[in-house]
């Protein structure tokens, strides 16, 4: 068997969160993060930075993972700064890990201030503690699923922060890619008497998670994102967006998620002249997802033609899962814009 080298380039400065110091579920405040440094760096010469966010039930160290046939993420992206392929650029991380699964890199009452942890904590933290370009025009985000909605949504909501991002088969369109997971979360839901509670220590208790029954906690980790309960306590903490005997919209809740949605706050002249101001907007999914996000991401990339935001949308013959490599297109292309001065 060929022994394996160890991983290109990494540290794995730990983070003192204190925006997720007592958070509702008692996950760890302070959080290990992976950052991957470019083949010439030496403290001196500064660089631009990409943060990359992982998808639902993945975390920074996910990016590290090995698999048989495929180099890790820092492996590939350490290959092509070597061959000329992609200019040179730190990619941070991050670790939003939360007892439910995910964070979706938003605030909420019922899981911690994660986005209030990224971009005021662990922006200013990379900054300081390594050689970087401070500007927003040389930091991007990006990101897949739940990442790549993540990228889209804190590129909006913070201009001012990074000048550049990559969404890749990110949630949208919720009508479509949510709803119609509501029955099968219903069903599990019955299974359990309706109870969460019921449920929810059932699944940390199994030593193999039943893969039949992830939609119920994936809805609830959405739930408790969206439309968080503070009233209750874990793992009751959250709303549904839908009445589990008759899988009926409670239309209240759904408009709070739908207040999440990119093509939702796409409508919001705000939000959309923050991408217009973008350097990049990468997007792309795969025209087979089984979340049906091709869809909303064809109607995104529409509405951003009809509203003047520049941006580069690309389908590829594939699914939702097992896409990483999709990454050595949209990074590099971010890698030259962190990399450049403003033209």
């Known amino acids: ?49 990409i943060f990359l966010l992982s998808g639902f039930a ?47 890199y938003v605030d909420s009452t019922a899981t911690g201030p994660y986005e209030t942890y990224l971009t005021e904590e662990l922006v200013p933290f990379i900054d300081r503690h390594f050689a970087t370009l401070p500007h927003a025009a040389n930091r991007a985000v990006a990101g897949k699923s739940s990442g790549g909605f993540a990228a889209l949504r804190l590129a909006m909501r913070h201009p001012g922060l990074f000048g550049a991002a990559a969404c890749h088969s990110g949630d949208m369109n919720f009508e479509l890619s949510y709803r119609s997971s509501f029955p099968a979360a219903a069903r599990i839901l019955e299974k359990y008497n309706g109870s969460l509670s019921a449920f929810f220590t059932a699944w940390q208790q199994a030593d193999k998670k039943p893969s039949s029954e992830f939609p119920l906690i ?10 968080p309960d503070p009233s209750q306590t874990p793992p009751e903490n959250m709303r549904l967006p839908f009445s589990p005997e008759t899988c009926d919209l409670v239309e209240d809740v759904w408009q709070e998620w739908l207040g999440f949605d990119p093509l939702t706050m ?18 792309d999914c795969g025209s087979f997802d089984e979340y049906h996000l091709q869809f909303g991401h064809r109607k995104f990339s529409a509405r951003a033609r009809e509203l003047d935001i520049p941006h580069r949308y690309e389908e590829f013959p594939d699914t939702h899962g097992d896409t990483s490599y999709r990454y050595s297109v949209s990074l590099p292309l971010l890698a030259g814009v962190v990399s450049s001065e403003p033209g």
């Open 58 to 104: 993945g975390t920074g160290s996910s990016f590290l993972n090995y698999r048989f046939g495929r180099p890790t993420l820092p492996e590939q992206m350490a290959g092509l700064m070597r061959q000329g392929l992609m200019d040179e650029a730190l990619i941070v991380m991050p670790d939003c890990m939360t007892m439910y699964g995910g964070s979706q």
């Open 218 to 227: 994936d809805m609830m980790a959405m739930a408790a994102c969206y439309s």
């Open 266 to 283: 796409i409508e919001e002249e705000h939000y959309a002249e923050a991408l217009r101001n973008l350097r990049l907007l990468y997007l």
């Open 1 to 49: 068997m060929t022994e394996r080298t160890p991983q290109p380039y990494m540290t794995f400065p730990a983070v003192d969160g204190h925006t997720l110091e007592h958070n509702p579920l008692g996950d760890p405040a302070v959080r290990h993060v992976p950052v991957f440094l470019p083949p010439s760096y030496d403290g001196r010469k500064r660089f631009g930075v």
